[in-house]
C-alpha cells in the first residue's frame, strides 16, 4: 500500500496546528482558513512511470489508507494548444487544460475524489455542499459511488440545467435556497458547525483543495516546463489557491525551478477580488447581489479570498474581469475555431486573457496556460443568447438538390 508522504492541517493564517481528523473548518485562534502542509524534502519522484491522473500524486495527497479512496477516474485532462485563436489574439504559445474532460464534467472531481476519501476515513456517512452547480453535480457522483448520504444546497432558479440534471440522476437530495449561492453557503457552514454528522464539501474543506492542486501537477508534466502565466475564473477561490499550492510543492521538490503569475477572471458585476486587486487592497468587500450569465462564478462574498489575494501578491499576479458579451464572444470563439466548447465561467479564462494582453499583464512572448474549468454541455440555457447559425432547407422530393446546395451556400 502506498502512503502519503508526511502532512500537517494547520492555520493558513497564524499557523496554529490540528489534529488530521479536526471538524474544524477554520482556525480556533484566528478564525483563519485551515491548509495541509506536506514535509518536502528534495526525494526522488516515484510517479515518473504512472499514467497522468490526479491518484498519480498519491504520495502528495492526505489520503492515510488506500482502503478508502472513491474514484471515478479523474484529472488527466488534455493540454490543448490554441493555434488559431491565439494567432486572433496575437499570442505565440497558448494552451488550454481542460477540465471539462473530468469524469462529471468539471475540475471539482480532483477535489472531490480526496474530500470524499477523507469523508469514508473520517467514517463520515451524510456529506453536503452549498453550490452554484458543478460541486453539487460531483459531490452527488462521488457519492453515489462511495453509497453516501448528499445533501447539496443551491440557489434556487440559479443553476444551469445539465448541472441540475447531473445531481438528479446521481439521487442526491437537494435543498432549494430562496437566495443566492453567498446565503446558500452561510446556511451550509451554519449546519455542519452545529451538527457533526454532516461533513462539509465545500473548497472551505482543505481536502478539496489537495485534490486540485493537481492541476498544476499534471500542467507540469505535460509542459515539461513552467508557463509565464496561468489564468482561470475565479468564484469562491478554491482553485486558484490549490494551483498556485501545487506549484509551489513542485518547486519545493524541485520538479519545477520557477513558478507562474497567477491571474485571475472575474465577472464584471461579481468581482470583489478583481476590485480589491485594481485598489491594492489586503481585504475584499462582498458583492450583494452579484450578477453574471456565467452562473458558476455569480459569487459575491468567496469564502477563500484570503488564500486567493496571498497567491496573486505571490506570484506577482493580478486579476481582471470581463463582461457578459466578453464571455460568450470567447466561448464561441473557442468552440468555433479550436473545437473546445466549455461552459461559460470556463469561457472567462480567454475573455480575461485578450484583456490581459491589451493591458500588457501578458506579453506577446509568454508561454499561457487557460485552465477552462467545466464542459460547455452543462449549460445549454445560453443557447438562447447567441445568434442562430444560418440554415438551408431541402425538399428531399427535389431532383437536382446537390445543385442547389451548392448554389446556397
Ligand atoms: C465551471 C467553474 N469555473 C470556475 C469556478 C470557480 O472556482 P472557485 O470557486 O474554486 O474559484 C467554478 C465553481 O463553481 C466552476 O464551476
Ligand atoms: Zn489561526
Redesign the pocket.
Known amino acids: 500500500m502506498r502512503m502519503p508522504w508526511p502532512y500537517q492541517l494547520r492555520c493558513f493564517n497564524c499557523h496554529a496546528r490540528y489534529p488530521h481528523g479536526t471538524l474544524n473548518y477554520r482556525c480556533e485562534k484566528c478564525e483563519g482558513l485551515l491548509e495541509i502542509r506536506f514535509h518536502i524534502s528534495k526525494r526522488r519522484i516515484p510517479w515518473k512511470n504512472r499514467a497522468l491522473s490526479v491518484w498519480r500524486y498519491r504520495e502528495l495527497l492526505p489520503i492515510d489508507s488506500d482502503r478508502f479512496v472513491t474514484s471515478l477516474g479523474e484529472g488527466g485532462t488534455g493540454l490543448h494548444r490554441l493555434r488559431r485563436l491565439a494567432k486572433q489574439i496575437g499570442l505565440k504559445r497558448v494552451y488550454v487544460k481542460n477540465e471539462g474532460e473530468n469524469p462529471t464534467g468539471?475540475f471539482?472531481d480532483r477535489g472531490m475524489t480526496v474530500a470524499l476519501s477523507k469523508a469514508r476515513e473520517l467514517g463520515k456517512r451524510r456529506v453536503v455542499c452549498a453550490s452554484?452547480?458543478?460541486?453539487a453535480a460531483s459531490l452527488a457522483a462521488y457519492s453515489a459511488q462511495a453509497g453516501l448520504d448528499c445533501i447539496v444546497f443551491v440557489p434556487k432558479g440559479k443553476i444551469a440545467p445539465g448541472k441540475m440534471l447531473q445531481v438528479v440522476m446521481h439521487g442526491a437530495r437537494i435543498v432549494e435556497v430562496e437566495g443566492d449561492f453567498d446565503q446558500a453557503m452561510k446556511l451550509v457552514v451554519d449546519l455542519t458547525q452545529r451538527r457533526n454528522s454532516f461533513y462539509l464539501m465545500n473548497?472551505l474543506n482543505p481536502f478539496r483543495l489537495e485534490g486540485q492542486k493537481t492541476i498544476a501537477f499534471e500542467v507540469l508534466d505535460q509542459l515539461e516546463k513552467t508557463p509565464d502565466a496561468v489564468v482561470l475564473?475565479?468564484?469562491?477561490?478554491?482553485?486558484?489557491s490549490a494551483i498556485w499550492k501545487g506549484f509551489g510543492e513542485f518547486r519545493e521538490l524541485g520538479v519545477a525551478k520557477r513558478k507562474p503569475r497567477m491571474i485571475g477572471v472575474q465577472a464584471e458585476k461579481a468581482a470583489p477580488i478583481a476590485r480589491a486587486v485594481r485598489d491594492n487592497r489586503d481585504t475584499i468587500r462582498p458583492v450583494r447581489n452579484p450578477q453574471t450569465l456565467a452562473t458558476?462564478?455569480r459569487i459575491g462574498s468567496p469564502v477563500n479570498w484570503t488564500k486567493v489575494l496571498r497567491a496573486i501578491k505571490e506570484s506577482n499576479g493580478t486579476a481582471t474581469t470581463v463582461s457578459d458579451g466578453e464571455i460568450l464572444t470567447a466561448q464561441r470563439e473557442l468552440a468555433s475555431k479550436e473545437g473546445i466548447f466549455v461552459?461559460p465561467?470556463?469561457a472567462a479564462s480567454i475573455a480575461g486573457l485578450k484583456k490581459s494582453v491589451n493591458s500588457g499583464d501578458v506579453d506577446r512572448s509568454d508561454l499561457i496556460v487557460c485552465v477552462t474549468?467545466?464542459h460547455g454541455l452543462k449549460d445549454p440555457s445560453i443557447v438562447d443568447r447567441i445568434p442562430r447559425p444560418k440554415s438551408y432547407t431541402l425538399k428531399i422530393t427535389d431532383t437536382d438538390w446537390i445543385d442547389r446546395l451548392e448554389r446556397t451556400l
Open positions: 468539471s471539482k452554484t452547480g458543478n460541486t473548497s475564473p475565479v468564484g469562491n477561490g478554491g482553485n486558484i458558476a462564478i461552459e465561467a470556463s474549468t467545466g
